[in-house]
């Protein structure tokens, strides 16, 4: 089963910053668009960012914009995100997932996107 791995989670205060990370393994994610989506308690899941495969394109969701950053490295087979100037509200847990395409279809339904992970939590507490 192909599946991406999220890592770089934890507990920060707010005003601080992390980077995700989202690895794929035994497979290349070099032909695939890639999304980043959270999910806090007692919500649904929301799509926050997406990077094209090019790296040239990238999307935000509204929430996230000036603050978080997608990037991507073919060398490296990953797909990351910088998250800074951190907010309670973003605490949730963290998943990213490859879209069938080169470009983000801005899709809200899961099962148009393969590979998802176990996420990673992010939790915003002072």
């Known amino acids: 089963q192909l599946q991406l791995v999220e890592s770089g989670g934890g507990l920060v205060q707010p005003g601080g910053s992390l980077r995700l990370s989202c690895a794929a393994s035994g497979f290349s994610l070099n032909f695939n668009a890639v999304g980043w989506f959270r999910q806090a308690p007692g919500k649904e899941r929301e799509g926050v960012s997406c990077?094209?495969?090019?790296?040239?394109?990238?999307e935000y969701a509204d929430s996230v914009k000036g603050r978080f950053t997608i990037s991507r490295d073919k060398d490296k087979n990953t797909v990351y995100l910088q998250m800074n100037s951190l907010k309670l509200e973003d605490t949730a847990v963290y998943f990213c997932?490859?879209?069938?395409?080169?470009?983000?279809?801005?899709?809200?339904?899961?099962?148009?996107?393969w590979g998802w992970g176990q996420g990673t939590q992010v939790t915003v507490s002072s």
């Open positions: 997932a490859a879209e069938p395409l080169s470009f983000c279809s801005g899709s809200s339904v899961s099962n148009h996107y």
């Open positions: 990077i094209s495969t090019s790296g040239r394109s990238a």
